[in-house]
């Protein structure tokens, strides 16, 4: 008897194993701050050239910083440019505590062109011609308490460059740019 649970501990022993469950954004929390893991706002000029609808998701979070992984879309509406479509994406990092922020990010601007028609500047990457900018972000961004539906209010204020090529003429292009948004996080 003595035998085969002596055996059946040393089949067993391999195959057993003790972990910790892996570490979440929320397990970073400083106690006296919270910062709700997703961002849905509306971007006027910004890293999109008029106005984008923004997602943000929560990446990382520590006592003293968050990064936020974003994406966004624009359609241009207007007669003439009704087939140019940008897409903004970055990476951004907010330093603070509790209701503000000093944000600063990176990430590129892509533009669908699919009028046929070269417009503006910006690298052709595909066909229908795609556009990439280089769109740097430095801001403050201000998120409110809680309400009852456990929701925050966020208004964020960013200067926000595009930098590109001019591929007609081979040249940097440089496009000093700012932003305001809107929006509610959860």
Known sequence: MRFCAL??????LPFSS????PA???DFK???REIDKNNAYLELGGSAYFYSLNYERLLIASKYFAFFGRGGMEYLFIRGTDKIIHFPLSINM??????SFLEMGAGALFRLDFSGEAMGEGYFISNPPT???FTPCIGYRFMSGKNDNDETFMFRITISPL???N???NTPSFIPWGGVSIGKTW
Not at 7 to 12: D, H, V, Y
Not at 94 to 99: C, D, N, S, T, V
Request: proline share 0%; charged share 25%; no cysteine.
């Open 167 to 169: 591929v007609f003429s």
């Open 7 to 12: 055996s059946f501990l040393i089949l067993l």
């Open 94 to 99: 907010l330093i603070g505590k509790k209701h």
């Open 24 to 26: 979440k954004a929320t």
């Open 163 to 165: 930098f590109g090529m």
């Open 131 to 133: 556009r990439i900018f």
């Open 18 to 21: 003790f972990s910790q469950q």
């Open 30 to 32: 400083d106690k006296k």
